[in-house]
């Protein structure tokens, strides 16, 4: 059974810190990991992508994946009002049409 | 890139009928589509996967006699509910399939279903 977890939160967070939001995954065959960020009531909005171990950077996104330990992780630097969503971590297995596993979420609160 | 469409965005029925939800994609083709369902405060969770011109594939613990997909041609699928009771009100999105290697998976807007 594959399995995607993550801390449900709320995480909150002051304007301007550093967020950091983390998931492991169980199935060592995973070959894409996936940030998507969620407004209430609204579907989810992809983020970021990673495929290698390392970090990738978009902007004031950061994406760190490290296979040996089966874990991911998002940094959003100068964190935002606007940041304030569900964060989803989903994981696809070895083909684009494989299923992919959505982690249960992180509630994102970043405080004016 | 790709774009999806869901029809209706949000409905509303009574216990017991059913109801069709659309999925398009607007500027490609699609040969599979992947149905997910989230309840409020929760993830979502894969129900089935619809392939054209052949029988959807559900996930353990869905009904297909519930939740009926037909993927009739490369641009549309859809999801009836039917029979429809209140612990089917949940939020509906369809999504295509990405690209490995690319930034492309993309989700329709969904839609919001709630049972009377």
């Known amino acids: 059974q594959k399995e995607v977890e993550q801390n449900s939160g709320p995480l909150s967070v002051p304007e301007g810190a550093i967020a950091s939001l983390n998931c492991t995954y169980s199935d060592r065959g995973s070959q894409s990991f996936f940030w998507y960020r969620q407004y209430s009531g609204k579907s989810p909005e992809l983020i970021m992508s990673i495929y290698s171990n390392g970090d990738k950077e978009d902007g004031r996104f950061t994406a760190q994946l490290n296979k040996a330990s089966q874990y991911v992780s998002l940094l959003i630097r100068d964190s935002q009002p606007s940041d304030s969503a569900t964060y989803l971590c989903?994981?696809?297995?070895?083909?684009?049409?494989?299923?992919?596993?959505f982690g249960p979420g992180t509630s994102l609160s970043v405080i004016p | 890139g790709a774009v999806v469409s869901q029809h209706p965005s949000w409905v509303i029925c009574k216990s017991g009928t059913s109801v069709k939800i659309e999925c398009r994609s607007l500027d490609f083709q699609a040969t599979t589509m992947f149905w997910y369902r989230q309840f409020p405060k929760q993830s979502l969770m894969l129900m089935a996967t619809?392939?054209?011109?052949?029988?959807?594939?559900?996930e353990q613990g869905v009904e297909k006699d519930k939740f009926l997909i037909n993927h009739a041609s490369l641009t549309l699928s859809t999801l009836t509910v039917t029979s429809a009771h209140p612990e089917d009100s949940s939020f509906y999105i369809c999504s295509p399939p990405g690209t490995r290697g690319a930034d492309t998976q993309y989700f329709g807007p969904g839609t919001r279903l709630t049972v009377l």
């Open positions: 989903a994981v696809n297995g070895a083909t684009s049409y494989d299923k992919v596993i």
């Open positions: 619809s392939n054209e011109g052949s029988k959807a594939t559900y």
